[in-house]
């Protein structure tokens, strides 16, 4: 049989759940990443496509409608549904 401590062999053990659990929370950002990303980037095509680029407002300013622009409010859509 094995002489070892039962805290360390529970520390052991401890720790690789902690790993393991820190494993499956990074892999799940890493697909919620991929989703926003590839949901920005069909946001921002659509008005490319249509070929709308800047608009014009009644007086005279120009309104950016480039993919930039809507990039902050297009990628914080998701996030409060995952805090």
Not at 5 to 17: G, H, T, W
Not at 19 to 48: C, K, W, Y
Not at 54 to 82: E, I, N, Q
Request: hydrophobic share 40%.
């Amino acid at each position: 049989m094995s002489d070892v401590d039962p805290r360390i062999e529970l520390a052991y053990e401890e720790s690789v759940r902690a790993l393991d659990m820190q494993n499956e929370t990074l892999n799940e950002l890493h697909s919620r990443t991929g989703v926003v990303i590839a949901a920005v980037t069909v946001a921002s095509a659509f008005p490319r496509a249509a070929g709308s680029t800047t608009k014009s407002l009644p007086d005279g300013s120009g309104c950016s409608d480039s993919p930039v622009a809507r990039l902050p409010a297009t990628s914080s859509f998701g996030w409060w549904r995952w805090g």
